[in-house]
């Protein structure tokens, strides 16, 4: 976490405390039970349908954005109201002293996770009934909601999970109130958050499979596929039940998914890339899935992630589908034109191109449709 921070010390025990709060701390909003959301600046209000289709209602502030490559502070960004933006003052004075690089730099270079984490601190830091953390486009909307309320209109229709847990967690006479229902929702999250702290392995044991991790990039790099999945397999069972959401995953399954193309088995190597590209640190997302494109046993398969592959970053798409290496690593990477047998290395990027600009047209024909049906409907709306 915070990589690169000079001023955090994984050693110092405040690192613990922030590793729990990855997911924003005990009065994180989920946003598996969010349907919908809304945030009007100028009144200042925050409004969203949850699953169960009841609603909340409550007064927003804004910690701050990220957009995929940094965290910007809600009080220096402009698209943000100034009123709006007063959490995110509160909480650059008041994080603790291992953090001042980040309170004071109006930008900077952290991961997602990293912003999160500030969110967790802000719901102790920062006076607030839940946090909220939202994709809005490529932007990710770090929210801090106070003066909530919750509707009960879930009542009116088929009770949902969330209710009937409700239900067993708290039994009632009576209809709960907004306060009862917010504290039983604040209580789900808190019990799925520790389930999984539970099964997260600590720094200390992290550390001690870097020995074994090695060892496995070893055998890779000396073109000793089995003896690499060996010692992945290793250390896969230290991981434990939720390999995901620790590091270093990204790289062991995706290792492991190198490991088994080069052996021939392209079924455990989807299963391998397929959990690479879901960890809390993934490996780059063209590169996973060039190997997807590999691992791929039907030719539309292939095309789909090659073409997936290319639209997200033609220079990286370039760059690693084209390049001769030495190693089985990288070469199990480059060789894609042996999955495409009638087309050399120059010919597919040609297919790339050709298969974004057929993207382009249909997406202006698309934009074309959508302003044209606004206009007839009279629906005002985004694009």
Avoid at 194 to 201: A, C, E, F, K, P
Avoid at 224 to 235: C, E, G
Wanted: net charge negative; with cysteine; proline share 4%.
């Amino acid at each position: 976490m915070f990589y690169g921070l000079e001023s955090l010390d994984r050693l110092d025990p405040i690192y613990v405390k922030l590793c729990a709060l990855t997911e924003g701390g005990h009065k994180a909003l989920a946003n598996d039970l969010v349907e919908s959301w809304h945030v009007d600046q100028d009144s200042g209000k925050f409004s969203a349908t949850l699953t169960n289709n009841a609603s909340i209602e409550a007064q927003a502030g804004f910690i701050g954005t990220h957009d995929g490559q940094s965290f910007q502070w809600a009080d220096v960004n402009d698209s943000i109201l100034a009123a709006l933006a007063q959490s995110a003052k509160t909480l650059r004075a008041k994080l603790p002293s291992q953090l001042t690089e980040i309170a004071t730099e109006d930008v900077v270079a952290i991961s997602i996770r990293d912003a999160t984490i500030l969110l967790g601190l802000a719901a102790d830091l920062v006076e607030c009934d839940l946090v909220y953390a939202t994709r809005s486009g490529g932007t990710v909307m770090l929210l801090v909601l106070s003066n909530v309320e919750l509707s009960d209109e879930s009542s009116k229709s088929k009770p949902s999970f969330l209710q009937r847990l409700f239900e067993r967690t708290r039994p009632q006479q009576h209809p709960l109130s907004p306060a009862e229902q917010i504290g039983a929702l604040r209580r789900t999250v808190e019990m799925a958050l520790n389930q999984w702290q539970r099964n997260l392995l600590p720094f200390d044991r992290l550390r001690a499979l870097e020995p074994l991790v090695a060892k496995a990039q070893d055998a890779l790099l000396s073109d000793d596929a089995a003896a690499a999945l060996a010692r992945i397999d290793a250390v896969k069972a230290e991981l434990g039940p939720f390999p995901q959401d620790q590091e270093p995953t990204g790289w062991v399954y995706f290792a492991e998914g190198i490991a088994a193309l080069a052996g021939g088995d392209f079924a455990r190597a989807k299963t391998a890339l397929d959990v690479a590209g879901r960890a809390i640190v993934p490996v780059s997302r063209v590169l996973i899935l060039l190997a997807m494109a590999r691992a791929a046993i039907s030719s539309d398969d292939r095309d789909h992630f090659l073409k997936a592959a290319y639209l997200r970053s033609p220079d990286a798409f370039a760059k690693n589908a084209n390049q001769d290496e030495q190693t089985r690593v990288s070469s199990a990477l480059s060789e894609l034109a042996n999955q495409r047998s009638d087309l050399a290395p120059a010919d597919m990027v040609q297919v790339m191109i050709q298969a974004l600009y057929d993207f382009e047209v249909e997406a202006f024909a698309r934009t074309q449709e959508a302003q044209q049906f606004r206009q007839q409907r009279h629906v005002l709306c985004e694009a």
